[in-house]
Structures are given as C-alpha cells and as structure tokens.
C-alpha cells in the first residue's frame, strides 16, 4: 500500500491516505500526491480496492475531498488521474 506525505521545511514528514484507498501491497493502491500549490492545497490520485483510480484535493487542514472526472473509467486500470493544481484551485489532469 502506498502512503501520500508532505514535508515540512523543517523536514518533518506527515504521511496520509485518501478515503476510499485501497490497501493492498503490491498491487499498487493507496494514496499519490501529485503536486501542492502555493496555498498548501494538494491534489493527487488514489487507487481503490478495484484498481481504480479515483481523484482528490487536500486542504491545508486535512480535509480531503475525492472527486472523478465526468466519464472517467470505472474498471481496472482505468478511472481519474489529476496531474496540478494551482493557486485558484484549478486541477488539471488526463
């Protein structure tokens, strides 16, 4: 299973796991951040216990809110991957 983290300047590691992931080891689920804006907002991918890919956003307070895009993919392999974010909270994905 795969963990998402920030680190803090001060080298501080907070790691984290995205509603919904999936825990198996070895078939690649669990949480990925993907990039953080200058707010402290993250965004990243999970993948379920399906092996599907599902988005989220994290706000600097530890809220995390899943989302998919319209017409994604709902199989294996398949699903929501966002790719950035920025500071208006904007994510871009494929």
Same mark, same amino acid.
């Given at each position: 299973?795969?963990?998402?983290?920030?680190?803090?300047?001060?080298?501080?590691?907070?790691?984290?796991?995205?509603?919904?992931?999936?825990?198996?080891?070895?078939?690649?689920?669990? $949480? %990925?951040?993907?990039?953080?804006?200058?707010? +402290? *907002?993250?965004? &990243?991918?999970?993948?379920?216990?399906? /092996?599907?890919?599902?988005?989220?956003?994290?706000?600097?307070?530890?809220?995390?809110? $899943? %989302?998919?895009?319209?017409?994604?993919?709902? +199989? *294996?392999?398949? &699903?929501?991957?966002?790719?950035?974010? /920025?500071?208006?909270?904007?994510?871009?994905?494929?």
């Amino acid at each position: 299973m795969v963990h998402g983290f920030l680190t803090a300047r001060d080298g501080a590691i907070t790691t984290f796991d995205a509603p919904g992931a999936g825990t198996v080891t070895g078939m690649f689920q669990g $949480t %990925f951040g993907n990039s953080i804006n200058p707010n +402290g *907002a993250i965004e &990243g991918n999970y993948w379920d216990a399906d /092996n599907v890919s599902h988005g989220f956003a994290g706000a600097r307070d530890g809220a995390i809110m $899943t %989302f998919d895009a319209p017409g994604a993919g709902t +199989g *294996a392999g398949q &699903g929501t991957i966002p790719r950035s974010n /920025n500071e208006e909270g904007t994510i871009a994905g494929g």
